[in-house]
């Protein structure tokens, strides 16, 4: 007897099976048909939810990532919260909470993993400047910070933090990583326009 699912469960039924599946071969090696043949459903079915592996790759991705976007979209418009209160909770929230969120991150950092590596990267980056944009022109109207350049600043800033402190590029040493998260605090103040200090509660991302 067929079995007809909700077109929403079909969908993440091949997102969870896919990210599975680029989990354990590695997103180079996994195919169309690994994906066909571990959930059992016929090409056109695949098909009609995505036009390729490639868009199962950004759904997944973006599906890891929306929970601390929407968790920052929510901060960013909270009227009962300081500036800085927005930024150091948008900066919490992206931290990963769960083990299989902890569990993700270290599979991104497998060689064969690259590709949707560098998408998380890419889409964390895309998706979190325009609402930290919004936040730092509070800032800039409440007289905090000080830059012609908000939007470019955020995207300097998020790049080089995304790049720079992923344990799975680089591997620092305790005494670097103080080093250098002290140096990026003084690059944000600098780049913002701030008050000296006012962004030391930064170091608790890196907890």
């Known amino acids: 007897m067929r079995v007809t699912k909700d077109p929403e469960d079909r969908r993440n039924e091949i997102l969870d ?3 599975q599946l680029f989990f354990t071969k590695g997103y180079s090696k996994t195919t169309v048909n690994d994906m066909l043949q571990a959930i059992g ?4 079915t695949f098909y009609y939810y995505f036009t390729s592996k490639e868009e199962v790759m950004d759904a997944v991705v973006m599906r890891f990532i929306e929970t601390g976007v929407i968790a920052a979209k929510k ?7 300081t500036v800085h209160e927005k930024l150091l909770q948008i900066i919490m929230a ?4 769960t083990p299989s969120k902890r569990q993700m991150i270290e599979e991104f950092h497998e060689p064969d993993n690259a590709q949707i590596h560098q998408k998380s990267l890419t889409e964390t980056i ?3 400047t325009p609402i930290l944009t919004e936040v730092i022109e509070q800032g800039i109207e409440q007289k905090l910070f000080s830059t012609p350049y908000p939007r470019e600043s955020i995207e300097f800033l998020l790049s080089s933090s ?5 344990e799975g590029i680089f591997k620092w040493t305790p005494e670097e990583m103080v080093q250098k ?6 690059i944000m103040e600098s780049t913002l326009g701030a008050e000296r200090g006012s962004f030391s509660y930064v170091s608790q991302m890196f907890e």
């Open 75 to 81: 901060i960013a418009t909270n009227e009962e919260l």
């Open 17 to 19: 099976t896919a990210e």
């Open 41 to 44: 459903i016929a090409k056109g």
């Open 126 to 128: 895309l998706q979190l």
């Open 94 to 97: 992206q931290k990963p909470n």
């Open 162 to 166: 995304q790049f720079l402190f992923d």
């Open 181 to 186: 998260i002290q140096a990026f605090i003084y």
